[in-house]
């Protein structure tokens, strides 16, 4: 349904399409990014890819249009990984594109058997995410209240982890 290819600043005018406002902006990428978005914010954040940063675009298999973005950052001496900066094009939302983009970032994150666990972030009232990132198996670790105020609004944040899945057993002979 949806491959992933490395995020490149040729895709950043697309993304800036899917993001409308200050508060789509910080729903998406936490503090990281100030509205309005512009493509040299997005440039500094594509430099930042490296073996320790991995930062893709998802792309419908059989058109080739870009629906989805992720994100991530790997802590090898903690065995551990942060997923970020999750987001689906607007107009392709609610019909599997975030789980399948996802499915496909965890493994690639779980793939090598280093690393024994994928955390996240995500604002306690983004039901969308956290229903999203539950149905992947994520769990709640903590709820750090009040880290942002948006117009006056407190926003609190949820910090998920997800372990490593435990290996297939032997195959059936
Ligand atoms: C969160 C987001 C990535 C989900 O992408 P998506 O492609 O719509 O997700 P899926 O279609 O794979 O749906 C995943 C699950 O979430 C549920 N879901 C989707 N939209 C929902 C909504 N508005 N409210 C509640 N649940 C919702 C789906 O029903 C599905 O659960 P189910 O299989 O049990 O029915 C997308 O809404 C988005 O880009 N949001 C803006 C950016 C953002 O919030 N990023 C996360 C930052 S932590």
């Known amino acids: 349904m949806v491959e992933l290819r490395e995020f490149a600043l040729t895709d950043a005018p697309v993304l800036m399409t899917w993001i409308d406002g200050a508060e789509a902006l910080l729903?998406?990428?936490g503090p990281a990014f100030s509205w309005p978005l512009d493509v040299d914010q997005l440039a500094a954040y594509a430099a930042e890819a490296s073996g320790q940063r991995r930062i893709w675009t998802a792309v419908q298999h059989d058109s080739g249009e870009a629906v989805g973005h992720?994100?991530?950052?790997?802590?090898?001496?903690?065995?551990?990984?942060?997923?970020?900066?999750?987001?689906?094009a607007p107009s392709a939302r609610g019909r599997g594109v975030g789980t399948a983009m996802l499915v496909k970032v965890l493994a690639s994150a779980f793939d090598t058997g280093e690393l024994e666990r994928v955390e996240l972030g995500v604002f306690t009232h983004n039901a969308a995410a956290v229903r999203l990132y539950?149905?992947?198996?994520?769990?709640?670790?903590?709820?750090?209240?009040d880290?942002?105020?948006?117009?006056?609004?407190?926003?609190s944040a949820m910090q998920m982890s997800l372990a490593r899945p435990a290996p297939d057993g032997p195959a059936a002979t």
Do not use: N
């Open 27 to 29: 729903t998406w990428a």
């Open 70 to 88: 992720a994100s991530l950052r790997l802590d090898p001496a903690h065995s551990s990984a942060r997923l970020g900066r999750v987001l689906v």
């Open 134 to 145: 539950e149905r992947l198996g994520f769990a709640c670790d903590r709820v750090i209240r």
């Open 147 to 155: 880290v942002e105020h948006v117009e006056g609004r407190p926003w």
